[in-house]
């Protein structure tokens, strides 16, 4: 870098804005691991939803410590975790279509309303034990998506490049070797398929392009764990300051990634707005803008969420936690097969919607309900067995979950949980119906005493030949609803015997 | 250091993807990508699946069966009456061995899976004889693939005794013709089974409730995708395959048997302790011997009886030039 801007040696604004990218790239990689890694703590690093957790599911809980620190650091750092750590916020950073975007789109301030309403209203709703608006808080929508979408993605480009470098001779072995090192842990076996894996993808796409209308547009108007953070930087330690030296050259402006800084409001800028990347201490041309204590309380702007947008939002909460109550959707679909030891309570008021047990799932069961259990518990798990199974020697889902809301049940335990029974139907069985031979059923079936029986019978078929059978069926005392032989079954399509609650 | 703009980036990656498309239309003209072509008539029992079969004019044993000894020693007497591993295995060999993981659940006590120090020994045993490399691989169907291969105590010994563990990558399984099947002409089969050098495969001796009993023929479904529409026609669908993947040899696992509640098990009262290896080049008669451990016949089970009928090996155990030993006895 021949240009140094600051040629002046030691610490200056630039070096702050590399420890920044340095800070970002360390943290999103460190997202990615630890969601890889199924390891709990990722939202739990999430304050909004953890307390919205503990409103709605009535519990302390010993890892919300974790969000008190993150809130004390709030108060002394403001925002500074949404231009800093915040994996969304790092991403849309990355993608920010900075030079693409026309000038002439103005925004008005109103709209930053938006993210306090929703705030709010989850936090109503908690109130009411009602936590389906966390579908909104941004951690969700990250480990949601990637869970659903980014890795499934990821996975079906590598099974394609890799069947290509198969051809090499050359590469065969190094190949088996990375396929045998990633594969079952980071990368499924077989390819995995998530029911509107394509909403979330599409959802993640629409909040990056939004960046086209205003840079960071989600973290400006929507992102209710921003306006979190935003309330408590009204009053936190660490602030943007201009002194009275500032020409109003309006370079500062122009950088700002929230545009919260106003040149006609003497360059000054919300705390609650601004997310400490300190773009603009490096932009001013005479050093008049820094960050350092401010001990008062921020002016209210007409966009804080003061007396209509702080009825509107408590307001909306209460009105969709009792409106989804009322659900208008069947509530017990005979398929809702909830993971090992979850209640449907805790369904509605524990889980948090984010999709860390999807992506523990080791054979893609977990996918994300859709109005099967009705509209208040719309993206909870569900385990949808023609997709995967119930491994029999496995807890990965209660070992993931950061609220509990999965139980975390030890193997032993694990193996006699029932989730659901198997039934057949006997009008799609091959042997029931078609007098065909087939046993998968029984064969797959984990557990000691199989919960298939079969039953021998000579039968007299179509053309008058006779034929010998095995006809399954299913003992319930037995049965605890793996799902591996739903999962298995050749009949095509809906498959003849069926796990239900 | 000099600056990477994104316009250099895409060069680069385009040229990258170039020499893949490259390396793969050479590759594609200059080797064939199909597994080598397979036999046309019933191949004599224990042909190698590989071109270049080893005739010997030595005459070995049709089949051995040792029995009381610790995994390892079992698995050594038995090759070495067969005529020992070089009979088998020649320098620089790609060896596949092919053990039961199917439950993925269970650890070796509960007999659903091969006995990790046998798979190990016969492992070591190749490496001895000097093959470039050992595969062991197995797709589990009640879990995971890492699952198995870590329950089972597979993974662990034969990391220890120098072979590599393999996942069978999807991308691996390609249609292959079966010529000599009556039922199923075609079917999804994994490709480096069918090009390795040395095939071993090495069930366990296990209870099963379609075919009464899963043995060297019926593990050879772990290779195939979508085995469960074998089901409709079990025992011809068996024989089909057995008539395309030709095994070099096949050593039963009879350490452990399950005998009922099979394949997966669970139960460690449905398990006897025989201490028992079966082996030898013909798996239609390795098979037919072990119906004998459950009390039945090879004519009780349906892909035996089929095999038979379509020259795939020998049932008939009278014939057969059968060394039976019991260590230290």
């Given at each position: ?421 198997a039934f057949i139907d006997r009008d799609r069985c091959l042997p029931w119906a078609k007098n065909t031979p087939c046993i998968v059923c029984e064969e797959m079936c984990?557990?000691?005493h199989k919960a298939v029986r079969l039953s021998s019978v000579e039968v007299t078929k179509?053309?008058?030949?006779k034929i010998y059978l095995q006809r399954p069926t299913v003992q319930p005392g037995r049965c ?5 032989c ?10 003849a015997i069926?796990?239900?609650? | ?206 209870h099963h409730s379609a075919s009464r ?18 089901h409709?026609?079990l ?25 009922a509640n099979g ?67």
């Amino acid at each position: 870098m021949a240009a140094e801007k600051n040629n002046t040696a030691g610490w200056n604004a630039r070096s702050w804005l590399k420890l920044r990218t340095a800070v970002q790239i360390i943290f999103f990689l460190g997202f990615i691991v630890l969601f890889l890694g199924g390891v709990p703590l990722l939202m739990r690093l999430d304050p909004l939803a953890m307390l919205a957790g503990a409103i709605a599911g009535r519990s302390l809980q010993p890892y919300l410590v974790i969000s008190l620190v993150i809130i004390v650091l709030a108060l002394i750092l403001g925002r500074a975790w949404c231009g800093w750590l915040c994996p969304m916020g790092t991403l849309l950073e990355w993608f920010s279509f900075n030079s693409w975007r026309s000038k002439k789109i103005k925004i008005a301030d109103g709209w930053r309303s938006i993210k306090y309403i929703i705030l709010l209203a989850i936090v109503s709703a908690a109130i009411l034990a009602n936590l389906t608006l966390l579908i909104f808080d941004p951690m969700t929508i990250f480990v949601r998506t990637f869970s659903t979408a980014v890795w499934p993605a990821l996975d079906f480009i590598i099974n394609a490049v890799e069947s290509v470098m198969n051809n090499v001779p050359a590469l065969q072995e190094p190949l088996s070797r990375f396929d045998t090192a990633v594969r079952s842990s980071l990368l499924p076996t077989d390819p995995l398929y998530y029911r509107d894996g394509l909403i979330f993808g599409g959802i993640f796409i629409a909040l990056i392009l939004l960046n086209f209308l205003a840079e960071r547009f989600w973290c400006r108007y929507l992102c209710p764990l921003g306006a979190f953070y935003g309330l408590l930087s009204k009053v936190s330690i660490v602030r943007r300051r201009v002194n009275a030296s500032c020409i109003k050259c309006k370079l500062c402006q122009d950088v700002c990634p929230t545009g919260t800084i106003k040149r006609e409001k003497d360059c000054s800028s919300d705390p609650g707005e601004c997310i400490m990347c300190l773009k603009c201490m490096d932009s001013c041309p005479c050093s008049t803008s820094d960050f350092g204590p401010v001990y008062k309380a921020s002016k209210l702007n007409s966009y804080d969420p003061v007396r209509r947008q702080l009825l509107l939002g408590l307001g909306t909460g209460i009105l969709l936690a009792v409106l989804l109550k009322l659900n208008i959707f069947s509530r017990h679909s005979q398929y809702l097969i909830r993971p090992p030891g979850a209640t449907e309570q805790d369904m509605t008021a524990k889980c948090i919607r984010c999709g860390e047990c999807i992506k523990a799932c080791p054979t893609g069961a977990i996918q994300p309900s859709q109005l099967e259990a009705g509209g208040e518990t719309v993206w909870t798990p569900v385990l949808v067995m023609r997709s995967g199974f119930c491994q029999y020697s496995c807890n990965a889902c209660g070992k993931t979950c950061p609220t509990a809301a999965i139980p975390e049940l030890p193997l032993p335990r694990k193996k006699v949980t029932v989730i659901g029974r198997a039934f057949i139907d006997r009008d799609r069985c091959l042997p029931w119906a078609k007098n065909t031979p087939c046993i998968v059923c029984e064969e797959m079936c984990p557990v000691p005493h199989k919960a298939v029986r079969l039953s021998s019978v000579e039968v007299t078929k179509e053309d008058g030949s006779k034929i010998y059978l095995q006809r399954p069926t299913v003992q319930p005392g037995r049965c605890i609803g793996c799902g591996l032989c739903e999962y298995k079954c050749p009949v095509e399509g809906e498959a003849a015997i069926r796990v239900t609650v | 250091m000099a600056e990477f703009t994104r316009r250099e980036f895409l060069k680069y990656a385009l040229a990258g993807l170039g020499a893949i498309l490259a390396s793969r239309f050479i590759s594609a003209c200059s080797s064939p990508q199909a597994a080598p072509s397979p036999p046309q008539t019933p191949p004599a029992p224990g042909t190698p699946t590989a071109e270049g079969t080893r005739p010997s004019a030595v005459k070995y044993p049709d089949l051995v069966v040792v029995r009381g000894g610790e995994p390892e020693t079992l698995a050594r007497k038995a090759i070495d009456l067969l005529g020992g591993i070089k009979r088998f295995v020649k320098k620089g060999d790609n060896v596949i061995i092919k053990p039961n993981i199917g439950p993925a659940m269970r650890t070796y006590e509960y007999a659903a899976t091969t006995n990790p120090w046998l798979v190990a020994a016969v492992t070591s045993m190749c490496l001895e004889a000097g093959a470039g490399r050992v595969r062991v691989m197995d797709k589990p169907f009640s879990g995971t693939a890492e699952s198995g291969f870590l329950n089972s105590g597979i993974r662990e010994e034969v990391e220890k005794a120098g072979g590599e563990i393999e996942l069978m990558s999807r991308f691996k399984y390609a249609s292959t013709d079966i010529p000599l099947g009556r039922d199923i002409k075609k079917w999804d089969i994994y490709q480096d089974i069918l090009k390795a050098d040395v095939l071993i495969n090495m069930p366990i001796a296990k209870h099963h409730s379609a075919s009464r009993l899963t043995l060297g023929m019926k593990n050879l479904m772990g290779v195939v995708n979508m085995a469960q529409l074998f089901h409709l026609n079990l025992g011809q669908r068996i024989a089909d395959l057995a008539s395309r993947v030709r095994p070099t040899l096949t050593i039963i696992d009879a350490i452990r048997i399950l005998t009922a509640n099979g394949p997966t098990g669970g139960d460690l009262n449905d398990v006897r302790k025989l201490d028992t290896v079966i082996a030898g080049t013909d798996m239609v008669a390795v098979d037919s011997y072990a119906t004998s451990l459950f009390g039945l016949r090879p004519d009780d089970i349906p892909h035996i009886k089929i095999a038979t009928e379509m020259g795939l090996g020998s049932s008939d155990l009278n014939k057969l030039d059968i060394k039976e030993i019991t260590l230290g006895s």
